[in-house]
Nanobody, 120 residues
């Protein structure tokens, strides 16, 4: 079994920073892309940032220059450093990883989500 466990969400004032972490554990043979998504109330889920196994990154335009995605392959962990936070960043943030598990197939795995609230 594979689990993704997120941590680091919380309440912060506008202009502040938060660091989200997502650790994958279990029967993992390889991890491909790791991503962060977010969903605000009444809105569709949005892809925020992705990092490939080789370290290539991609961001949604609204967070470019403010958020940084990184990963520690030795720890099977992906991070999202969020700076200069805005009230519109308020959402539930979830991590996603494409993992080759004990079945030897590539599958999508999701974390449980962590709430980020930015007050004005």
């Amino acid at each position: 079994q594979v689990q993704l466990v997120e941590s680091g969400g919380g309440l912060v004032q506008a202009g502040g920073s938060l660091l989200l972490s997502c650790a994958a554990s279990g029967s993992i043979f390889s991890i491909n892309a790791m991503s962060w998504y977010r969903q605000a109330p009444g809105k569709q889920r949005e892809l925020v940032a992705t990092i490939t196994s080789g370290g290539r990154t991609n961001y949604v335009d609204s967070v470019k220059g403010r958020f940084t995605v990184s990963r520690d392959n030795a720890k099977n962990t992906v991070y999202l450093q969020m700076n200069s936070l805005k009230p519109e960043d308020t959402a539930v943030y979830s991590c996603n990883a494409v993992i080759r598990d004990h079945t030897w197939r590539w599958s999508d795995y999701w974390g449980q989500g962590t709430q980020v609230t930015v007050s004005s």
